[in-house]
């Protein structure tokens, strides 16, 4: 900057009274001066520090606070639509890296910086963070063991939200064909980046919004850093997973990483491995069983069949022979008659005698009607002894083929009936086992209309079990 020097107009001489030639500014001129100036030597900077004097959004949705370490404090702005992306959710005291410009703000003459995007700074911060949103979603009963579906037992359909290009998906693949095919449907997502949470929530949705869900859900991840896996801690995909009337099965990095999407998930698998495996039993495993299920059944009804021929033969010999059982009614019948018989000539004999009794002391006239009344008598006295006769006649005769029925349902003969034969030796004796027949007997089939001989000629090495 030059000086300018006033002189006498008198004399001519200098007079020592310099000035300066520089213009004046305007405030407004000196504000926006250095509005620009500032812009344009900090137009994109990164500034560590603490969040101070946060209270929200404003009503207008832009957000006002400040960032400070322990020697200054810088103004911050940031505006709506900056906000409303952010991943994580900001709170006082939080150390965050915020990324932004530099400027000033002309009516109040003060510096302040115009923040673009904004992050929790190294992994102290994020899992300060992730522990209060674990508190919180908590308090709100989304990771409670009574919200938790069982898995089924062999889904028919199973659905995976992972990368359709990684390593993860070809695990779990070939894991479920070692154990038991089943049919996959993938749904694709980025398993890391800004857009992970918001995608792997569109597709927890998508599967439950289907006609055909699946029936169980596999959300996969392979290992990584916090910050890799901090998709899977968003508050998006946790409310998803929680509200997912599907089961889910959470398998997001390694065996010592957890997210929140654990929590809140069905079941927690270490590996995406270990939730194929969670998903489906073993197809070996399942057939020995059955095999040894079908083998006990039949053990079982074996058993059971034989206790019930030995207590049915046991019975049958505890029963007397049929002849045995009508040899008693048969005397019965035959004496009951024998007596009738006998009965009858004495009735008559005795109506005759007293008939003789009588005549001498009656006329004709009387004594022809006393024998008209006799015989009358007489007669009614026979045709009611006969009627007697028949009914007992016709009911030892019903019993006797009642009793006759019974012998013969108790016979083995009944059982020829049904399709079955009774092998016999060459002396008549039954056999009862095949371990008993000795190769080239003679043996002897009976059915139910008749009989055949045959030999035995099978080499007892090559006999059926």
């Known amino acids: 900057m030059s000086t300018i020097w006033d002189h006498d107009p008198e004399t001519g001489e200098i007079i020592d009274n310099p000035r300066p030639n520089s213009g004046e500014y305007s405030v407004s001129e000196l504000a926006g001066a250095l509005?620009?100036?500032?812009?344009?030597?900090?137009?994109?900077?990164?500034?560590?520090?603490?969040?101070?004097?946060?209270?929200?959004p404003s009503a207008s949705g832009h957000c006002y606070f400040a960032i400070k370490d322990e020697g200054a404090k810088l103004d911050a702005v940031m505006w709506r639509g900056n906000f409303s992306r952010l991943r994580s959710r900001l709170q006082e005291g939080l150390e965050v890296i915020a990324t932004g410009k530099i400027t000033s703000y002309p009516m109040k003459s003060n510096y302040q910086i115009i923040i673009d995007n904004l992050e929790p700074?190294?992994?102290?911060?994020?899992?300060?963070?992730?522990?209060?949103?674990?508190?919180?979603?908590?308090?709100?009963?989304?990771?409670?063991?009574?919200?938790?579906?069982?898995?089924?037992?062999?889904?028919?359909?199973?659905?995976?939200?992972?990368?359709?290009?990684?390593?993860?998906?070809?695990?779990?693949?070939?894991?479920?064909n070692e154990r038991f095919p089943r049919h996959v449907l993938v749904?694709?997502?980025?398993?890391?980046?800004?857009?992970?949470?918001?995608?792997?929530?569109?597709?927890?949705?998508?599967?439950?919004?289907m006609a055909r869900k699946p029936d169980v859900i596999i959300v996969a991840r392979g290992g990584g850093s916090?910050?890799?896996?901090?998709?899977?801690?968003?508050?998006?995909?946790?409310?998803?997973?929680?509200?997912?009337?599907?089961?889910?099965?959470?398998?997001?990095?390694?065996?010592?990483?957890t997210t929140l999407i654990d929590y809140a998930a069905d079941l927690r698998a270490p590996t995406p491995t270990a939730a194929a495996e969670k998903a489906v039993p073993v197809r070996a495993d399942l057939i020995a069983e059955l095999a040894s299920l079908h083998a006990r059944l039949r053990g079982g009804l074996g058993r059971?069949?034989?206790?019930?021929?030995?207590?049915?033969?046991?019975?049958?010999?505890?029963?007397?022979?049929?002849?045995?059982?009508?040899?008693?009614?048969?005397?019965?019948?035959?004496?009951?008659?024998?007596?009738?018989?006998?009965?009858?000539?004495?009735?008559?004999?005795?109506?005759?005698?007293?008939?003789?009794?009588?005549?001498?002391?009656?006329?004709?006239?009387?004594?022809?009607?006393?024998?008209?009344?006799?015989?009358?008598?007489?007669?009614?006295?026979?045709?009611?002894?006969?009627?007697a006769l028949s009914r007992l006649l016709a009911f030892?005769?019903?019993?006797?083929?009642?009793?006759?029925?019974?012998?013969?349902?108790?016979?083995?003969?009944?059982?020829?009936?049904?399709?079955?034969?009774?092998?016999?030796d060459e002396a008549g004796a039954p056999v009862h086992t095949a371990a008993g027949v000795q190769p080239g007997q003679a043996l002897r089939l009976e059915f139910a209309d008749g009989a055949v001989k045959v030999r035995e000629d099978t080499p007892r090495q090559g006999r059926l079990p």
Not at 235 to 256: D, F, K, L, M
């Open 187 to 209: 749904w694709p997502v980025r398993v890391q980046g800004e857009t992970c949470a918001a995608e792997v929530a569109a597709a927890v949705a998508g599967f439950n919004a």
């Open 35 to 56: 509005k620009r100036t500032l812009e344009d030597r900090f137009g994109q900077v990164r500034v560590r520090g603490e969040i101070s004097g946060f209270k929200g």
């Open 226 to 257: 916090l910050e890799d896996l901090w998709g899977f801690n968003e508050e998006v995909v946790v409310r998803a997973v929680a509200q997912s009337r599907i089961p889910v099965i959470s398998a997001v990095g390694h065996e010592t990483d």
């Open 121 to 176: 700074a190294g992994a102290g911060a994020l899992m300060a963070l992730l522990e209060e949103r674990k508190k919180r979603l908590a308090a709100e009963g989304l990771f409670e063991a009574a919200r938790k579906k069982p898995i089924p037992y062999l889904p028919r359909l199973i659905g995976v939200v992972t990368s359709p290009t990684g390593a993860v998906i070809r695990d779990i693949l070939h894991r479920l």
């Open 396 to 424: 030892q005769r019903q019993r006797l083929e009642g009793l006759a029925k019974l012998a013969d349902s108790l016979s083995y003969r009944s059982v020829l009936r049904r399709g079955f034969a009774l092998v016999r």
């Open 304 to 387: 059971a069949m034989g206790e019930r021929q030995t207590r049915v033969a046991a019975a049958a010999r505890a029963l007397p022979r049929p002849d045995e059982i009508l040899a008693l009614v048969r005397q019965r019948f035959d004496s009951a008659s024998g007596r009738l018989r006998q009965a009858l000539k004495a009735n008559t004999r005795e109506h005759g005698a007293r008939l003789a009794r009588l005549a001498p002391r009656l006329t004709l006239a009387p004594v022809r009607t006393l024998i008209a009344h006799e015989r009358r008598s007489l007669d009614l006295s026979g045709r009611r002894a006969g009627q």
